[in-house]
């Protein structure tokens, strides 16, 4: 269970949030080719270490949250807001 | 067959008694109704809202933090659920009245949305209500943490859960929560907060407009 700091409710439990994906893409713009877009949707680093990731916190303030995890150990780097 | 009573027909808990453990000191469970309107800041108009909320004499609290104003139709209790979006609360009047008179005092400076028909409310009160809320509530409830002017969205028994706290008043030592979930959970909730009071027992309360 993850303890998870939100920027406006605190500290919660893993539990109110919801898991968004990968928070270091950026969309392609539309000069952009089809292989772009097929990065941009399909492929992911699954790094062992330190990621950015995009976290709903669903069950409290609602709001969209950006966090450092460090997906070997758990251990939570930083939240902000986007 | 009389008309039945707006927002009690809904059946959450069972009918007032004993339910439960015959302990000395039973928690109250009491289902209550409230009119509930859900005010959402407008971007770029904060300084108009904290300005027409004055004028209303409505209370605009921080983040997690709960605040009551009284006024001559009656008390409002504001929840501050997030920033920039407040759930303001109401003993239940005339259907729509007291959004109404929100949406149109604070005009274009946020968005007003009634949520009331949409929300059952209980409060658990008594010398065990923490013990009876911790078998859910991931929250730390003891008074130094959750004052009276605190105010939290939280889950419970996998339920959506507003908590905040609706003491009597001089009575802040006792503190009631109240929780307000998603009317179409009512049974649900119900249903957790009999099991989580069957150890300790549960004095249930009839519904009520306070």
Known sequence: ?82 | MSKPERGLGWGGLPPPGHHGALGRDPVKLQAFMRDAVEVRLAPGMAEALRHAAAGLGLALPGMGESAGTGSATGAVTTLGLAPGEWLALARPEEPGAFARRIASGLEAAASVVETGHGLACFSVSGRAAREVLAKGCRLDLHPAVFTSSTAARTVIAQIPVTLWRKDEAGAADSPVFALAVPLTFAQSFAHFLLGASAGTGAEILPASKD
């Not at chain 1, 406006?8 to 893409?25: M, Q, T, V």
């Not at chain 1, 950026?26 to 399909?42: C, I, L, N, T, V």
Request: glycine share 10%; charged share 30%; with cysteine.
């Open chain 1, 1 to 82: 269970m993850l303890r998870i700091t939100c920027p406006h409710c605190g500290p919660r439990d893993e539990i109110e949030f919801r898991y968004r994906g990968d928070a270091s893409l950026s969309r392609p713009g539309p000069e952009d080719d089809a292989k772009a877009f097929q990065r941009y949707a399909y492929e992911r680093e699954n790094p062992a270490g330190m990621h950015l990731e995009w976290w709903l916190h669903v069950g409290g303030c609602r709001r969209a949250l950006k966090l450092q995890r460090d997906t070997a150990s758990h251990v939570i780097g930083g939240a902000g807001e986007p």
